[in-house]
C-alpha cells in the first residue's frame, strides 16, 4: 500500500464543474503539498499546507490532521485547469516528499 | 528566468552508457533535490542535498548512480552503466532551508534508454 494515496485516478469534467481530488496518507507529516504537473513534465507547487485551509483562486486546498486526509477543490473549472494534480507529503523528522500517483484531470468545453 | 533549470531537457542514449544531467537551482537555494518519475506515477525522492553536504539517499540510489554538488551551487546526476529500467524523467527541485517546505521544480530531464 502506497502511503500516500489519491481519488480519483482520472476525472473528466464539463467547463464550470466543482472539482474535489482527495489525498490520504498513512505517516505523521510535517507538511502536504498540492502540486500541478502539465504535459511535457514541468510541476508548479499550488499549495502547502500543515493545518486548515488555503485558499488561491478559484483553488482551495484543506487538510485534516487527525483523519489523515486533504482535499483539493476547483470551482468554476475551465479547460486550462486540465493537468495532472499530485499530492505529495513531507514526512516528520525527514526533508525528502513522498509523493502520490497523481489525477488526471481533463475539463472539456 | 531566475527558475530551476536543468538541462538536458532530453537524453536518448544507448543502454550500457554513462549520462550526466545537470541541475542549476535558484540563486539563493541552499537545498537542492532529485527526483525520478517513471509514466504514469508521481515522482520519486532519490537525494538532496544542504549546500554541497549530501545528506539523504533514497535506496533506489543504486551504486550506479552519484550526485554531486561540488560548490553548493549547481548539481550533477550520473548514471553508470544505463539500464532500460533507467528510462524516466528525472526532476530537481529547490528550496531555502529556512522555508524547506516549500519545493520550486526545474522542468525535468526526459531519458531514454534503449
Known amino acids: 500500500k502506497n502511503e500516500v494515496e489519491q481519488s480519483p485516478q482520472n476525472l473528466t469534467a464539463q467547463e464550470g464543474e466543482f472539482i474535489t481530488i482527495n489525498c490520504s496518507y498513512s505517516?505523521?507529516?510535517?507538511?502536504l503539498h498540492w502540486l500541478q504537473q502539465h504535459p511535457g513534465g514541468g510541476i508548479v507547487s499550488l499549495f502547502m499546507?500543515?493545518?486548515g485551509k488555503k485558499k488561491h483562486g478559484r483553488l482551495i486546498a484543506t487538510i485534516n490532521i487527525q483523519e489523515k486526509h486533504s482535499s483539493l477543490h476547483i470551482t468554476a473549472s475551465h479547460p486550462r485547469d486540465s493537468a495532472v494534480y499530485i499530492c505529495?507529503?513531507?514526512?516528520?523528522?525527514?526533508?525528502?516528499?513522498?509523493f502520490g500517483k497523481g489525477t488526471k484531470l481533463t475539463v472539456n468545453p | 528566468d531566475t527558475g530551476v533549470s536543468q538541462n538536458p531537457r532530453h537524453k536518448i542514449t544507448k543502454r550500457g552508457q554513462n549520462v550526466t544531467f545537470r541541475c542549476d537551482p535558484i540563486?539563493?537555494?541552499?537545498?537542492l533535490y532529485w527526483y525520478r518519475q517513471t509514466l504514469g506515477q508521481g515522482p520519486e525522492f532519490l537525494t538532496y542535498?544542504?549546500?554541497?553536504?549530501?545528506?539523504?539517499k533514497s535506496r533506489l540510489l543504486s551504486d550506479r548512480f552519484s550526485a554531486e554538488r561540488p560548490k553548493g551551487s549547481f548539481s550533477t546526476l550520473e548514471i553508470q552503466r544505463t539500464e532500460q529500467g533507467d528510462s524516466a524523467m528525472y526532476l530537481c527541485?529547490?528550496?531555502?532551508?529556512?522555508?524547506?517546505?516549500?519545493?520550486?521544480f526545474g522542468p525535468g530531464t526526459r531519458l531514454t534508454v534503449t
Open positions: 505529495a507529503v513531507k514526512e516528520g523528522g525527514s526533508e525528502k516528499l513522498v
Open positions: 499546507l500543515s493545518s
Open positions: 542535498f544542504q549546500n554541497e553536504a549530501q545528506l539523504e
Open positions: 540563486s539563493e537555494h541552499n537545498r
Open positions: 527541485a529547490s528550496s531555502l532551508v529556512r522555508s524547506s517546505y516549500e519545493q520550486y
Open positions: 505517516v505523521g507529516i510535517s507538511a
